[in-house]
Nanobody, 118 residues
Framework: VQLQASGGGLVQAGGSLRLSCVAS????????MAWYCQAPGKQRELVAR???????NYVDSVKGRFTISRDNAKNTVYLQMNSLKPEDTGVYYC?????????????WGQGTQVTVSS
């Protein structure tokens, strides 16, 4: 199983970006898909997550600005990021918890850099 993330880049404060992450390989069911951010000098932290039932959770700092969504038919998760702030800068990693048919496992994408200039 592989997770391929894309969509990062350099944007000015107040701008928008849309991240995408596609899961491929031997996948039976994806339970959770999520986005994490690792800012410079900090630990990786959860930004947003969505389970297979559609329930969503966000870290307080992005509520009202970021939206996570999934296309289950395409095994894809998106993160629409609006009103970006310099403190949103970091490497964004997608995450998936999935059932391969025999075992639940956690997978991470390679990360995509988001840089917000002031």
């Amino acid at each position: 199983v592989q997770l391929q993330a894309s969509g990062g880049g350099l944007v000015q404060a107040g701008g928008s970006l849309r991240l995408s992450c596609v899961a491929s390989g031997s996948i039976s069911t994806i339970y959770i898909m999520a986005w994490y951010c690792q800012a410079p000098g900090k630990q990786r932290e959860l930004v947003a997550r969505q389970n297979s039932a559609g329930s969503k959770n966000y870290v307080d700092s992005v509520k009202g600005r970021f939206t996570i969504s999934r296309d289950n038919a395409k095994n894809t998760v998106y993160l629409q990021m609006n009103s970006l702030k310099p403190e949103d800068t970091g490497v964004y990693y997608c995450y998936a918890q999935l059932w391969s048919g025999t075992i639940w496992s956690d997978y991470w994408g390679q990360g995509t850099q988001v840089t917000v200039s002031s």
